[in-house]
Nanobody, 127 residues
Framework: QVQLVESGGGSVQAGGSLRLSCETSGYTYSSKTMGWFRQAPGKEREGVAAIVTGGGSTYYADSVKGRFTISQDSAKNMVYLQMNSLKPEDTAMYYC????????????????????WGQGTQVTVSS
């Protein structure tokens, strides 16, 4: 049973930083796409960043480029999202997701078809 558990969300002021973590269990970590998504009330889910586990490929949505960094710790089967220079428009529930298939680079729109999803962690940025 694959499980993804997000943590690290919270409330910060604009300009602040947060680091989200995604812990995996029951998941074969190597050479698979993992991503971070967000969804604000009344808005569509947005894929903000993705990474190939054990590899170097990354993807960022234009809305977060230069501010967010996705990274991984292969030894711990963890993926992180460092969020800097946060803006009120970054307020959303953030989800971690992972692919079942290895060797496939899930860039948009394929990114939205990832197989496993966490429950989410709330990020609130005040002005």
């Amino acid at each position: 049973q694959v499980q993804l558990v997000e943590s690290g969300g919270g409330s910060v002021q604009a300009g602040g930083s947060l680091r989200l973590s995604c812990e995996t269990s029951g998941y074969t970590y190597s050479s698979k796409t993992m991503g971070w998504f967000r969804q604000a009330p009344g808005k569509e889910r947005e894929g903000v960043a993705a990474i190939v586990t054990g590899g170097g490929s990354t993807y960022y949505a234009d809305s977060v480029k230069g501010r967010f960094t996705i990274s991984q710790d292969s030894a711990k089967n963890m993926v992180y999202l460092q969020m800097n220079s946060l803006k009120p428009e970054d307020t959303a529930m953030y989800y971690c997701a992972a692919a079942a298939s290895f060797g496939v680079w899930y860039v948009p729109p394929l990114l939205y078809s990832l197989d496993y999803w966490g429950q989410g962690t709330q990020v609130t940025v005040s002005s």
